[in-house]
DNA sequence: AAAATTTAGCAACAGCGTTGCGTAATAGGG
DNA sequence: CCCTATTACGCAACGCTGTTGCTAAATTTT
């Protein structure tokens, strides 16, 4: 949730969700761990948690005797108290997941679309995955809302599609008004690669530092999480990574440049050559190290994901490489934790942060 | 000025802040218009304003007669409230700014630096600036701190230089500390080009959106504002740009990777084609909008205004030509407005922005 | 001169985190 | 067994924020 005015409805919100920040990245919790953690003075953590539980998003959970002095409660998150459904919109297939307040992926299923499918198409594909998804568990007052993360151009701001790449019926559909018109629910629209690096920084906890996922499915693209929030850019286009040159006498890409870093990757797995393929892409992560300084690169999409250990060698290679330098210039690079189900479970989180998340002050 | 906790001190700071921001960006501003910018009320307002004319930062500036009803109070900011000297320390040049409230630069001297300069001569050579600047203005009182910008890569958050480029002396130089005993200031340290990002943003106020500053100065650089903030990367290390690879197959550049864009635009600069050189840089931008998707490109550094025409040609050219395909995708392209005081200039502002500008929360 | 309109501020209020201090629950020592 | 030290936790009062309700002031129009 974004607001420009700061009042105390904004404080509670900030620090509720801090607690709810610690309680989603360690398992169980005290009134001391936050109280490190914040901050806060321990009244006022006292306070924050008498409400979370009110509200049922948080609940005792035994105590814990560490010697001398009355023991201390142990507080866990409920994770079962809140969902959201996650919806990955490919060129031809929906990928649905359930996820709870956790984090975790309760159930996933993938149904084809058809060929160059319409909006109203795509609409009743997501009714009907949806309702099944709701029978399974009974999410009666639960579900938070349904994130959809789809290829772009989108306007993130306003919910609307502007033009997905190589699909011929998506100019301008206010996607997400008609969704919550079709399906009774709060929707949440985004591109697929910022959906699926708010999955990675959501899981990881607050203390996840600047971070890039590399997407390689049908097009190479990145989505960024920057000091403390997904980047979207002044138009909800960043992340058009593909596009990059890296090769000013290469060959000339769909986009009109030469030497694209798409197009480059592409003649090296037509080729054949995943090893170089992958060494290539490898020059453009340490191209956005060199750029923006990430702590953290995960590697996720469909291609990448069927040669995993040749892209993860060559891009830590890479980075490491170009880091022996610096001790101190350290980037973990991992493949995603959630491996095909990283956008759309990012998409659902993305509901869920929108409510439990911090909260962001946008300055007029 | 960055915290974690949210308590009601901090929604003063940032509703001051909110102000504050409307007074720099217009000229003369009623409490109205902050009404209408910021979504408090109207009393809240008035309540602010009533601080911030308290503190001396803004005064009554006449009233508005618009027709009937009661005419309006138009304040204004007090410019000479509060000043920041900023430093730009190259490797041959001390580059000393005076900088008022408004972002107005009042006044800018350049000496020289002796050769591979050491810690110590710095201190000097700063001390001896300030004293003379302070004496100019007789600025008791109202001196903030001072703001360095200099080449990295160093630890914004410690203020250490931990190697800067081609100089001998500069290995793990807690210059903050240094520079705070020796001055008796405040100060402030930072990348060159992430403080001149910052002074671009201060002067255009808050509604400055996604922006990079690019700067060819003995090396190409970038400075990035992201999400209204500076984006320094997770070891302030981010702005190299000039590493990044744009030519697979070019020549090996210092850095040890082949074709990056600094190498590549220094040989066509050695070669004297500057036209070449400018669209090679254009490149590079080009592959930064893709990545960030920017919505002000600013161009500055010695190098580059030596052939400013060229360079703005060459990079409007190639934002536009990317660009054409869709018209909601604009990205503004500019010369610097401060011309070679950017540096300096932005890192004074820094020093303002620490006090009066919008605070940040730092999510644990 | 009276009415209408706009601006501004006083006073009471709700809600936040903070502070001061008292209470509950445990382990260890006499 | 009782007392004490220790740790955890909450009640109550407080200071401060922005908000709400209402009154006063200053101006133009009728």
Redesign the interface.
Known sequence: MT??????T??RG??E??VM??GRTARTFERATVVE????TPQ?VSKVIARLTAGGLIRPAGVRRPGIGKPAVVYELVPDSRYAIGAHVARRTLRLVLVDLAGTVHHSTVSPLPGDFTPAQLLDALSAGIDTMAGIGDLRGRLTGLGIGMIG?L?HANGLV??AHGLRHWHDVPLRELAEKHLGLPVHLDKDVTAGITAEAWRHG??F??AALIMVESGIG?G?W????A???????????G????????PRCV???H?CLEI?HHHATEAGDIAHAAR?LA?GV???L??????HVVLAGADLLRHPRTYLAAVTDAVQ??ARR?D????RVALSSLGADVIAAGAAMQVLDQHYG?PE????
Do not use: K, S
């Open positions: 607001r420009v005015t700061a009042d105390v904004f404080l900030y620090n969700a801090l920040a610690v953690a914040t901050g806060l006022a151009p306007d502007r033009d607050a203390t530092g600047d990145g960024f920057l000091g403390g929030a980047h979207r850019g002044a138009h909800t286009n960043a992340g058009e990574f596009h990059t040159v890296v090769d000013l006498t290469g986009c009109g440049r030497g480059v290539v020059v340490v191209n956005l060199q750029t923006l300084d990430l702590a490489a170009d610096a101190w210039l350290r980037t911090i002050l946008t300055p007029i």
